[in-house]
């Protein structure tokens, strides 16, 4: 790669959103806003070699590339009152004098993660526009052709077009519901990088950094809305385990046994203090702060002994009447299996084996296996184990619960 | 990656912004720092005191040894730092270039080490504990 690419794709990963929002408030088009920013770049990977780089290279980007929307206008004859007052506003400013407004970031945001898209789309739409990353990283990061991903963008931008989606937030009846869906999307965003089995380390790390980046905007731009705090809390919290995960060869270490003193502190104090700004805002915890919570009693705990259990339990319990979920309820057995022990635990866990909504998964007959482990019921044990392991999804799972089973006698 | 950006200044450097109206270099100190928040780039970052003020630890000798007063050269004091993530070096250059200083002033940047600069450690750190296992195993046995 050039150095004057590299210069440009940095300035575009800073100014890239704000530049397409201003340009899609003005057209009302985004998928043409992009066109054209795009088109602005390639102007400026000719120019900028022999002219230098502007001081503001975003408001020249977005300069060029108004200028070519007028062109594009003028051409086709096209031009109507609407099209004449961004030709004068063009006129009238110094390419110095570039103000982009939040109101239209915040309009780039849900209309890239507008219900329309599929959430493929929806998070390749994200990650290239509000995050400003190139095609190439993109497929890096997730591991497919960089044909996939520009696919998939041309495909959401066409979508967008032909379903005449506005450039606009959403209308206050369904503001909470758009708001989830973004958020949703970024918490994607981070599990893909979190959560995923494949692929390098440090390229998933990149994704749950790129997730958090992208919430730390959003926040941002909603500051007095708890639910993007507590995303946020919860990924800085989560993330801050990232270090202590896994081993050298990928294979994971459980809670229990992370080495806490690699758990990233700072990350973990701006955690908490993007759940107290969550909280601060007094309308309630919902699921995501309630995870947060979670992981906050985990994160600020010394030792497995130390953590507060009995926090924990009551923090699932309130998280299991919010959105129930059989993992919920596994995991609620877990903590409580450390503050009554495992008996009680048991029941919980035997009852959801009743109901059978975690058949197929390794997870049920792990726990299982570690809880009858606890009572001495070691050959019920052994056997919950084995089962596990012939459910894991992944190698290095089976050949941990295999080597648990093994240990017990 | 993240990025520490540090400030330096010639003691000329910080004179003169005594000169100008603290509350317009406040201004210009918090739009850059808003920028950086609202681009969700801004991982910490703090101003220092006068190093007049500041001592020095010195471990040359057996016994550290304090000395109050400015840490060595008075044209590259260290007056505070960000920490920002950035994903290139361009990246964090082109955040630094916007940094509101005047003449006088540098910033000095460094990529803050990862899990990635310490891969061999980790490995000795594994090869470590295992070994203790294996001699725990052994001892039982």
Redesign the interface.
Known sequence: MTEIRRTVDAVWRIEGGRIVATLAKLTGDLALAEDLAQEAVADALVQWPESGVPQNAGAWLTAVAKRKAIDGWRRRERLDARHEAIAHDLASRTEEEWEPIDDDLLRLVFTACHPVLTREAQVALTLRIVGGLGTEELARMFLVPVATIQQRVVRAKKTLSLAKVPFEVPDPSEWSERLAGVLAVVYLIFTEGYAATSGDRLIRTELANEALRLGRVLAGLLPREPEVHALVALMELQASRFGARTQRDGTPVLLADQDRSRWDRAQIARGSAALAKADSLGRGRTAYALQAAIAECHATAASVEETDWERIVLLYEALGQLAPNPVVELNRAVAVSMVTGPANALLIVDRLAREGSLRGSHLLPSVRGELLARLGRTEEARSELVTAAGLAGNDRQRDLLLAKAAALN | MKYMLIMRGSAEAVAAYEKLDFEEVINAMGAYNESM?????L??GEGLTDAAQGFVVDFSAEKPIITDGPYGEINELFNGFWII?A??K??A???ASRAPLTPGNKLEVRRVTD??DF?DY??NE?IQKEKGWRAEEAKKA
């Open positions: 928040i609202k681009a969700g780039v991982l910490a993530e994903s290139s361009e990246e250059a082109e955040w899990e990635s891969a980790a490995d594994f």
